[in-house]
């Protein structure tokens, strides 16, 4: 699987951005899709996954309640919705793909999401 984020860039606080993440191959509907992030000078964070159908969703506590993740097999891409954004967070937002229990083994290329106060 072949993942290419976009949508990310530069937003008010309290503003919201959409990211897409379009996945190539034909398993990609099998996957988990996740979401993470990385601010500068600190760890990746895990945002959140959706299970292969759709159907389940996790989120982290710092964005439970602002970020929804959808998925569209059909057009073999998975979203990040962000709404009440706030600086913290700011970070390059990362897609990536997994078989059930397994670990991420697939990465994209990350995009920028820059909060301004």
């Known amino acids: 699987v072949q993942l290419q984020a976009s949508g990310g860039g530069l937003v008010q606080a309290g503003g919201s951005l959409r990211l897409s993440c379009a996945a190539s191959?034909?398993?990609?509907?099998?996957?988990?899709m996740g979401w993470f992030r990385q601010a500068p000078g600190k760890e990746r964070e895990f945002v959140g996954h959706?299970?292969?159908?759709?159907?389940?969703?996790y989120y982290a506590d710092s964005v439970k309640g602002r970020f929804t993740i959808s998925r569209d097999n059909a057009k073999n891409t998975v979203y990040l919705q962000m709404n009440s954004l706030k600086p913290e967070d700011t970070a390059v937002y990362y897609c990536?793909?997994?078989?059930?229990?397994?670990?991420?083994?697939?990465w994209g290329q990350g995009t920028q999401v820059t909060v301004s106060s």
């Open positions: 990536a793909a997994k078989f059930p229990g397994a670990a991420y083994d697939f």
């Open positions: 191959g034909r398993t990609f509907s099998t996957h988990y």
């Open positions: 959706i299970n292969w159908s759709g159907g389940v969703t």
